[in-house]
């Protein structure tokens, strides 16, 4: 089986041929850190994750580079509206972004480059591309000159002549033509900068990138991912700028998530419906938003509302309760072997088609039905009088390892099982001895928990509501 991958560069789906055997070299674009992540951000941290995690799961050996955007307008903004040093708001908001994309179930990358840790580097590639005349100076800004660059617009697929509609060239720029775009920008008074051959300034936007993605991975990578809205201009200019300095192809496959809508208008500022995810999982299950941006594929618009999250948080549940089923049912389980071999041949049929459904395009949306036909025959075994534990053992593997793909957790927020377990011992022992009063303390304060009490032949088992 190959995995196959829709590359936007081709506007087609294509075998995943990586250029060394068994490697992958992985490159997402980061979030500028000026603020709290929103959703828009939340995608491709869990859509790429999610990429990374299947690919190591098939063998793979993932080098992931994601970087942060630790300089730019919007951070020096902040800064003089919060009255702090831009350096000081990037780590805050670093640190933000761990703890929300890690509460989400996303694993960190190999590499987190910063650009203020990389100056010297971007210089040295500008350097390289006037060198190469594809960029020029101009009272302090560098610009690339981008009609000298072939290639330009391959991945939008516009011609150059077309994207120059519209194109304007804005008050302070000296460009030589309106699409050229900004390397390196000379600093205003009062903002922070770095010394430079054309004076103090600090680098533009797209140049970050190409410079720090060939410093970590080398001059071709095989994938380079992030939304849709990075496509242009953003990743064509880190074409034109890596491929005019390096003659290379910069990467074989670009990967684009779609967007989100917010109750079917565009997520935006303006609308007042931004919505960061700090404040979601202070309200919800963080992994419940996992689960709802995974049961989309990834190219495909999200629409994102509370009555379309409450459906996900009921189906995750419905999962998590068929291997809670699993787990309660083992206790009284046997080594059977009487028509054991018959599920445990269900169970890797069920393995092989989520194999099958990822390999295409990395289905998380068709991947997650699977899950839950993994739920239904989980359940149909569950209704057998006697039970195997080599067959409850498989069944847990699989949600286990299916979830674990998916970034997916099957541990509950709150309560610890173990602390539930002893509640229930505590109300069990308490009835014995007809203290009543203790035992329906101990009932309503499980209830208070949503913790659900029901009576079945191998005893007292819970799940939550």
Not at 95 to 107: I, N, P, R, V
Not at 182 to 202: D, M, N, Q, T
Not at 323 to 336: C, G, I, M
Request: negative net charge; proline residues 2%; hydrophobic residues 35%.
């Amino acid at each position: 089986m190959t995995i196959r991958l829709y590359n936007t560069l081709t506007r087609k789906k294509e075998e995943l041929i990586p250029l060394e055997e068994g490697k992958i070299k992985m490159y997402v674009c980061g979030p500028t850190v000026y603020n709290y992540i929103h959703i828009g951000n939340a995608r491709p941290a869990i859509v790429f994750d999610t990429v990374r995690r299947y690919l190591q799961y098939r063998g793979y050996d993932v080098t992931f580079v994601s970087n942060f955007t630790d300089v730019d307008d919007k951070l020096i903004k902040a800064a003089n509206e919060l009255g702090e040093e831009v350096p000081t708001i990037a780590e805050r908001f670093i640190k933000a972004y761990f703890e929300d994309t890690g509460a989400l179930g996303c694993q960190k990358a190999d590499v987190h480059p910063r650009v203020t840790e990389n100056i010297e580097l971007i210089i040295d590639f500008i350097e390289q591309l006037i060198e190469k005349g594809f960029a020029y100076e101009s009272a302090g800004d560098v610009y690339y000159r981008t009609r000298k660059f072939d290639g330009y617009g391959k991945l939008s697929q516009q011609s150059i002549d077309e994207l120059k509609v519209g194109a304007r060239i804005g008050v302070g720029e000296k460009k030589e033509e309106a699409l050229d775009f900004v390397l390196w920008k000379a600093a205003k008074e009062g903002e922070i900068y770095w010394e430079s051959p054309w004076g103090k300034g600090r680098p533009g936007w797209h140049i970050e990138c190409s410079a720090m993605a060939r410093k970590y991975l080398g001059d071709t990578i095989d994938i380079h991912a992030g939304g849709q809205d990075l496509a242009f201009p953003h990743h064509e200019n880190e074409i034109a700028q890596s491929e005019a300095l390096t003659g290379q192809s910069f990467a074989r496959y670009w990967m684009h998530n779609g967007y989100i809508n917010i109750d079917n208008e565009k997520m935006s500022k303006s609308l007042g419906n931004f919505v960061l995810v700090h404040d979601i999982i202070q309200q919800i299950d963080p992994q419940v938003l996992r689960f709802f941006m995974l049961s989309v594929h990834y190219r495909h618009p999200i629409n994102y509302n509370e009555e379309l999250l409450e459906q996900a948080r009921t189906s995750l549940e419905r999962l998590k309760t068929a291997y809670e089923n699993l787990k309660h049912r083992k206790q009284a389980s046997t080594n059977l072997t009487e028509n054991s071999e018959n599920w445990l041949v269900k169970i890797q049929e069920i393995r092989q088609v989520f194999t099958e459904e990822m390999d295409d395009d990395f289905n998380t949306a068709n991947a997650i039905s699977v899950l839950f036909d993994l739920s239904k025959h989980a359940n149909y075994y569950l209704m057998e009088k006697h039970t195997s534990t080599d067959v409850i053992d498989a069944f847990l593997k699989e949600f286990e390892d299916l979830f674990f793909i998916l970034g997916l957790s099957l541990e509950e927020e709150g309560l610890l099982d173990e602390e539930v377990e002893a509640l229930i011992e505590q109300r069990i022992q308490a009835r014995k001895e007809r203290n009543f009063q203790l035992a329906d303390e101990i009932r309503d304060k499980l209830k208070e928990m949503n913790i659900i009490l029901e009576d079945t032949p191998q005893g007292i088992r819970w799940k939550r509501g």
